[in-house]
């Protein structure tokens, strides 16, 4: 499947904004969407999951799809705390398994970027998914710094290229 993603400029596949164009493609009237991650990571709810890595934070669902009551179908069939972000992850992809047909969005596409391994350090053909960007503070270090500044400084590094190609102006209020 081709994609236009985060990254407008088509390449080999529809608007990334309009299901009509995905509908034929991989049937998003009643396809389920999700991303690859680079590990597997769904706390207390691994066992409803599998055992690909995925990533709820790149997820898409046809008209119709009740997500609130498959969530709440999860919590009725495994009931106890939401304790960390992995068990909302696993929430959230045993919810989404409930759906039917599964279209994963790779890596190649979409990048799960970070600049901490085993995260990848660049965007994707069609988009990137920045782990942690929205953080205010993150409760620890990586090389001596605090992770939060690694995240910033990742973040200066790509604005640019990722403004780029999403066709905004740089400025440096951005």
Do not use: K
Request: charged share 20%; glycine share 14%; net charge neutral.
């Amino acid at each position: 499947m081709g994609c236009t993603g985060a990254f407008g400029g088509r390449a080999e596949g529809p608007p990334h904004h309009d299901n009509r164009y995905l509908a034929p493609v991989i049937g998003a009237d009643e396809c389920i969407v999700h991303g690859v991650d680079v590990t597997a990571g769904f706390g207390r709810f691994a066992e409803r999951c599998g055992d690909q890595p995925r990533n709820a934070g790149i997820r898409g669902f046809p008209p119709g799809f009740d997500l609130a009551a498959a969530l709440r179908a999860v919590l009725d069939e495994a009931a106890g705390p939401i304790s960390s972000e992995v068990d909302e992850q696993g929430l959230q992809t045993a919810a989404l398994a409930r759906g039917g047909t599964m279209h994963v969005v790779t890596l190649d596409d979409v990048t799960i970027c970070s600049p901490f391994p085993p995260h990848l350090s660049g965007p994707g053909r069609c988009g990137v998914h920045f782990v942690g960007l929205n953080a205010r503070r993150l409760p620890w270090s990586y090389e001596g710094r605090p992770a939060t500044h690694h995240l910033r400084e990742h973040w200066r590094r790509l604005r640019g290229l990722v403004y780029q190609r999403v066709g905004l102006p740089l400025t440096e209020a951005a």
